[in-house]
T-cell receptor, first 111, second 114 residues
Framework: GQQLNQSPQSMFIQEGEDVSMNCTSS?????WLWYKQDPGEGPVLLIA?????ELTSNGRLTAQFGITRKDSFLNISASIPSDVGIYFC???????????FGTGTKLQVIP | KAGVTQTPRYLIKTRGQQVTLSCSPI?????VSWYQQTPGQGLQFLFE???????NKGNFPGRFSGRQFSNSRSEMNVSTLELGDSALYLC?????????????FGDGTRLSIL
């Protein structure tokens, strides 16, 4: 089946630093999604990408849909304590909700 | 606009029992998907329902089943519970499940098997 390799698995950063994480796939995706999950809650959508090469920002977050359609990255600029959580990438091959999730990147921000 | 509601939030069962989890999607959303989340395996897709019909199914044994009602509310059932079924079960909804429609997640039901 499809696999999404997400890296890094975890990271500790200083408040104010920039963060970068990425996802690679063995398959082509039509849609890339980035979610954040806070402890005790469900994932919340951060950014959705629908076209190869697309670069989209949401405040301090920026994500890109790779040209090959097999990868995506998420950048967070000037991190703050509330950025703590688990970030998931997800890819959709089309059809009805055939979504595959990455294993997540756990982000810790040191004040 | 109310979000996706899952009940109960926490559940403790013993091996061999069965359990039913409930999910109420966002009003107007007709596609409901279920996921199992564990520390080792991440988010694993269980199944997706639309208009009371299961459209997609993940690689889980037949002990995991679901259904959807005419008001789009969905239930998930797990029979003959095993220790490995301990997990956070997440429900997500979208208007009609198209690939350009990101899902909205509930806060999950945490199931613990003793």
């Amino acid at each position: 089946g499809q696999q999404l390799n997400q890296s890094p698995q975890s990271m500790f950063i200083q408040e104010g630093e920039d963060v970068s994480m990425n996802c690679t796939s063995s398959s082509i995706f039509n849609t890339w999604l980035w979610y954040k999950q806070d402890p005790g809650e469900g994932p919340v959508l951060l950014i959705a990408l629908y076209k190869a090469g697309e670069l989209t920002s949401n405040g301090r977050l920026t994500a890109q849909f790779g040209i090959t359609r097999k990868d995506s990255f998420l950048n967070i600029s000037a991190s703050i304590p509330s950025d703590v959580g688990i970030y998931f990438c997800a890819g959709d091959t089309g059809g009805y909700q055939k979504v595959t999730f990455g294993t997540g990147t756990k982000l810790q921000v040191i004040p | 606009k109310a979000g996706v509601t899952q009940t109960p939030r926490y559940l403790i069962k013993t091996r061999g029992q069965q359990v039913t989890l409930s999910c109420s999607p966002i009003s107007g959303h007709r596609s409901v998907s279920w996921y199992q989340q564990t520390p080792g395996q991440g988010l694993q897709f269980l199944f997706e329902y639309f208009s009371e019909t299961q459209r997609n199914k993940g690689n889980f044994p037949g002990r995991f089943s679901g259904r959807q009602f005419s008001n789009s509310r969905s239930e998930m059932n797990v029979s003959t519970l095993e220790l490995g079924d301990s997990a956070l079960y997440l429900c997500a909804s979208s208007p009609w499940g198209g690939s350009n429609q990101p899902q909205h997640f509930g806060d999950g039901t945490r199931l613990s098997i003793l």
